[in-house]
């Protein structure tokens, strides 16, 4: 029970539109910042510092909509290096958006580059999720034609296993926004076999 309290404690800090965000004030400052500049080494000050496992659910989230080809969606891209941190620029056009760095050292546990959120996420829905929730909203979806669904993905980079804590939220309502299922789920992802473990856990 305590770790279920844990995780929707979690699912919801991470989930909400604060986190991972800077302030007002850096945002101002960052956001002055064109990238080319930053590319150069330029404003390293302005970088705000991540710890691994906030970069990799950081990098994850972000990437979802530029995995799926959106023009309009903002990309991260490594934009800089020294001897200590790899900086990294969150933009749009030619000014940043957000800007971090992170541990040289840190970054050599896990290549992020190689991380594929459109096949976690695939494979989550298509592996993790119960057989039997979604035969019930196949079955309850066969009574309306409108219905709205969506699923929210958090990530938690778990250093001493090399794994990745997903949680998927799946929210659907029906055309008479009556709810059909909100239910949460979660596994963990091996960042080397690529795959999901067996164990899981479902939060109703």
């Known amino acids: 029970m305590k770790r279920i309290i844990i995780l929707i404690c979690t699912f919801t ?3 909400s539109p604060s986190f991972g965000q800077p ?9 002055k910042v064109f990238v080319n500049e930053a590319s150069k080494g330029q404003h390293t000050a302005l ?3 991540f710890a691994i496992d906030q970069f990799i659910d950081y990098y994850l989230r972000k990437d979802e909509g530029s995995s799926r080809k959106m023009s309009i ?3 991260v891209q490594e934009l800089y290096r020294d001897s200590v941190y790899t900086y990294f620029g969150l933009y749009r056009w030619s000014r940043l958006l957000d800007f971090l760095k992170v541990k040289n050292t840190d ?22 999720i ?11 979806e066969k009574d309306f034609h409108a219905f709205t669904a969506r699923y929210e993905f958090a990530y938690r980079y778990i ?6 804590e ?12 009556l709810r059909v299922i909100d239910k949460t789920y979660v596994a963990n992802y091996n960042i080397d076999t690529k795959e999901f473990s067996k164990k899981s856990t479902v939060i109703d």
């Open 13 to 15: 800090f991470i989930c």
């Open 23 to 31: 302030s007002k004030k850096d945002i101002s400052q960052i956001r």
């Open 47 to 49: 970088a705000r510092e």
């Open 73 to 75: 969606a903002p990309v």
């Open 107 to 128: 970054l050599a546990e896990v290549n992020y580059t190689k991380l594929d959120v459109l096949h976690i996420r695939k494979t989550f829905i298509d592996r993790v």
């Open 130 to 140: 119960p057989e039997a929730d979604k035969k019930e909203v196949l079955k309850k």
């Open 159 to 164: 250093r001493e296993t090399r794994e990745i």
């Open 166 to 177: 997903t949680i998927c939220r799946w929210k659907e309502r029906n055309g008479l926004l």
